[in-house]
């Protein structure tokens, strides 16, 4: 019954914020200007471009991406800090962690898909952070070689066929490396934050990374958690918290409106998509150490998207109206 509610608000909450002008303009956009490249400001100073294909680069035009995940970046990374992104995609979160870590901080950042890294390396060029280690890989268990299930949704790319998303544009074979070899190559003591986002192959780059999770210096988790995802690999998305919860692990949601962690109940299915916080160490009522309101950095809420078309300057208004965030 707990899922079928939040299926509908989902379903509700999707049709309000897709039933806008902005909605119409955007499918407008890309219907006539398919290879336009498109600038937003996601944050003070940081830059992404992407062409209007896909969803992220839909969310990102309507001013809609993942914001309790944004706001958690946020509230938790500091200067110096280590950030592992995993299934980086154009960049949004490497480019937002490597503004909040600075020059004195590092941020990893793993893509395999071709096309995908490429539009990553110009945004990671584009904001000039020297402190972005990019690597065309796919993190998995074990390193070598796999195939990568490629289609028009391309941040549904994955390790596993994934027929549910739509049109199929065929496979290719990619390079893969196991975390646990990875940062022994590069050296690393530590990893501060290790977001995971690879169309149900969240549980292979875990196992693969069972050093780091068991170590002294274990990371904060963020996880995509997503039974559509994980039945191409064979498994429930639950099987994921059973796996971090045997290194101790505890799971949250982030708050934006608290500004803080909540506890996460356990759940048989993930019938929608949740990004959980996974951490070791809680305080009381909930607060994750090191995460209270009362000791976080501030930083200034996301600024209004700028967005603009490149090559079509006919249609460049179209690009500059109702563009704004809350709008």
Partial sequence: MRDAVEMIKYKLMRVRQL????YARWLLVRFLCPDALLTTQICEGVRIQYTPQGNV????YLGQFEHDVIDFLSHYLKP???VFDVGANIGVYSLLSAKYVGEHGAVHAFEPTPETFARLRTN???????WVHLNQLAVAEKTGTSTLNLYEQNAMNSLARQDWVGKSLGQTVVETISLNEYVKAKGLTR???????VEGAELAVLKGARHLLDGSNSPVVLCEFADKTTHGFGYQAASIRDFLGTFGYGFFRWCPELRRLVSEPS???YKLYANLVCVKQAGPGGLVLGLSPAVCRFHPPLLKPSVRGIGFRKLSWFFHMGNSYGN
Avoid at 57 to 60: C, E, F, H, W
Avoid at 191 to 197: H, P
Wanted: glycine residues 4%; charged residues 30%.
């Fill in 19 to 22: 039933a806008t002008v902005r």
């Fill in 57 to 60: 680069s839909r969310d990102l």
């Fill in 80 to 82: 110096g800090m280590i």
């Fill in 124 to 130: 990671v060029k584009l904001n000039k952070f020297t």
């Fill in 191 to 197: 990893i501060d934050l290790l977001k995971v986002d």
């Fill in 267 to 269: 759940r048989p299915h």
